[in-house]
């Protein structure tokens, strides 16, 4: 079954301690997101790739990085988490953009102790 | 600032009745909205849309409805099943830019 694939499920990290979280997917989708969801508030969009086209959103904190090395994968790194990045990390794929419809993976939940 | 609200946090319908989910937004330039549904420990899937060209758009069991001058849209569910016991998330946009998610609406539809 194609899908998106995000590994681990759960993260715990220390405060201050870099961290990646990955996502994969073999919808052969052009487009991949990343969204942050904390308790109880909407996935906000940190950032999205279109193809190799990096696209990062204007309130997107600096501390938060991604790289897209080929179209399967996508990676989150986290500089220096802080107490206020434990959240779900939600990473999404679209055909093509505008993302009409986005189909996403499980979400990595993000500990930081 | 949210620019789609859900401002129901939980709904509860009983098995075969019609359930309502309610969404609004404040940008009057979107132009697509979505709904998703959301089951525990997956990530949200995609439900159904509609475009600001329209006011209705049906897929078997559920309807969603647009009312751009109140600036709301509506998911209805009918019959309702225990399957649909989820968190309902609506979203909305413009063509060519980010879509804006609600909060969500968790909807339990008892037996």
């Known amino acids: 079954d194609a899908m998106v694939i995000q590994n681990p499920r759960y993260q715990v990290t220390q405060f201050g301690k870099p961290v990646t979280l990955s996502c994969s997917q073999t919808?052969?989708?052009?487009?991949m997101y990343w969204y942050q969801q904390k308790s109880s508030q909407a996935p906000k969009l940190l950032f999205h790739?279109?193809?190799?086209?990096?696209?990062n959103e204007a309130d997107t904190p600096d501390n938060f990085q991604s790289r897209r090395p080929n179209t399967s994968f996508c990676f989150l790194d986290i500089r220096s988490p802080g107490l206020g990045d434990a959240a779900m990390y939600l990473c999404a794929t679209s055909r093509d953009r505008p993302s009409y419809e986005q189909y996403f993976g499980p979400g990595t939940r993000l500990t930081v102790t | 600032d949210q620019q789609v609200k859900q401002n129901s946090p939980s709904l509860s319908v009983q098995e075969g009745r019609i359930s309502i989910l309610n969404c609004d937004y404040t940008?009057?330039?979107?132009?697509?909205f979505l709904w998703y549904k959301k089951y525990p420990a997956e990530g949200p899937t995609f439900l159904i849309s509609?475009?600001?060209?329209?006011d209705k758009n049906e897929d078997g069991r559920f309807t969603v409805f647009l009312n751009k001058s109140a600036k709301h849209l509506s998911l209805h569910i009918v019959p309702s099943q225990p399957g649909d016991s989820a968190v309902y998330f609506c979203?909305?946009?413009?063509?060519?830019?980010?879509?804006?998610f609600g909060t969500g609406t968790s909807l339990t539809v008892i037996p």
């Open positions: 919808l052969n989708h052009n487009v």
């Open positions: 790739y279109y193809d190799k086209d990096f696209n």
């Open positions: 979203a909305a946009g413009n063509t060519g830019n980010q879509f804006y």
């Open positions: 509609i475009s600001s060209i329209k």
């Open positions: 940008n009057s330039m979107f132009d697509y």
